[in-house]
């Protein structure tokens, strides 16, 4: 049987997400921003530009890989309809 950890929150890093170097995919409110934290960056937080006190994703190095090749492959070309 194989062990599952849950992610940890921005909460349990400790992280001020106010004090991050965000980087912005567009200039829209809807637009996405993503900062690297931790060694490595060992974490990915994912936000929407425009709610920037919302909720934030965090993505472990892993799935932040898993989505690029993703993006790269061209997987989610169809995704706005």
């Known amino acids: 049987m194989t062990e599952t950890r849950a992610k940890p929150t921005v909460a349990a890093l400790g992280i001020d ?6 980087q912005r995919s567009g200039t829209a409110d809807g637009a996405v921003e ?10 990915v937080l994912m936000r929407v530009a ?4 919302g909720r934030v994703l965090v993505y472990d190095r892993n799935e ?3 989505f690029l090749d993703g993006v790269r492959a061209g997987e ?3 995704a706005d309809g």
């Open 17 to 22: 997400v106010g004090t991050l170097d965000w």
């Open 50 to 53: 425009g709610d920037p006190d």
């Open 76 to 78: 989610f070309d169809d």
């Open 64 to 66: 932040w890989e898993c």
């Open 34 to 43: 993503v900062a690297f934290v931790g060694a490595g960056p060992q974490w």
